[in-house]
């Protein structure tokens, strides 16, 4: 079974530049999770989207990040503007239910902003 | 919302011995604490969980304990061996049926074993 895929692996930029992530979860899975994980820290969930539908994106900053699964498959992440506190790693993990039910992981986006 | 707090957040080990890593959380609706195990570089893997309804769960070497009353949870890995060497994070979540739930994780643990 293939696992959780993102792209690209790492991604350096300078502050106010923008970039995106791709994550492409297991097939069949329904609910797709963006986290970030900056350095010393435990995963810190996003959004979480359900097929193509949002089910949580309080901790999302919507003034400079957004996310999409149009199609309920792949999910895109956008930073635009990135700041210096956007240094993280950025992983993608889906389930094929609930929270409840295991999340794989992808290998994540390591983003460093200069 | 759920806070999820961790201790230690390093711990040395010899090979064969036992490592504990404790966790509280402070919503007493959380009823389901995965903990995943973070090789360096690597990525999270689900290494066990339990649900509020248990009080404990074994797998192998590995062990988690739930207690409810005073909200925390522990992981205990026995005969440990230098594989056994990660971050161990901690999580927990309130799920419900008409509600998705958003795993809280804890700061991480890095445990290392030396032979």
């Known amino acids: 079974e293939a696992g959780v895929a993102q792209s690209p692996r790492y991604k350096i930029i300078e502050k106010r530049q923008s970039v995106a992530f791709w994550c492409n979860p297991i097939?069949?899975?329904?609910?797709l999770y963006w986290y970030q994980q900056i350095l010393g820290q435990g995963p810190k969930l996003l959004i979480q989207f359900q097929n193509n539908g949002v089910v949580d994106d309080s901790q999302l900053p919507k003034d400079r990040f957004s996310a999409e699964r149009l199609k309920g498959v792949d999910s895109t992440l956008k930073i635009q503007p990135a700041k210096l506190e956007d240094s993280a790693v950025y992983l993608c993990?889906?389930?094929?239910?609930?929270?409840?039910?295991?999340?794989?992981f992808g290998p994540g986006t390591r983003l460093l902003v200069l | 919302g759920e806070n999820v707090e961790q201790h230690p957040s390093t711990l040395s080990v010899q090979e064969g011995d036992s490592a504990v890593i404790k966790c509280t959380y402070s919503?007493?609706?959380?009823?389901?604490f995965p903990w995943y195990k973070q090789e360096l570089g690597k990525r999270p893997q689900l290494i066990i969980d339990i649900r509020s309804n248990v009080g404990e769960k074994k797998d192998q070497r590995i062990a988690v304990t739930l207690n409810k009353t005073a909200k925390h949870f522990s992981l205990h890995i026995t005969e440990t061996q230098p594989e056994d060497s990660a971050v161990y994070f901690c999580?927990?979540?309130?799920?419900?049926?008409?509600?998705?739930?958003?795993?809280?994780f804890g700061a991480g643990t890095q445990v290392v074993v030396t032979p």
């Open positions: 097939s069949g899975h329904a609910t």
């Open positions: 999580a927990a979540v309130q799920m419900t049926t008409d509600s998705w739930g958003k795993l809280q």
């Open positions: 919503d007493s609706a959380s009823n389901y």
């Open positions: 993990a889906s389930s094929l239910g609930s929270v409840q039910e295991t999340q794989y």
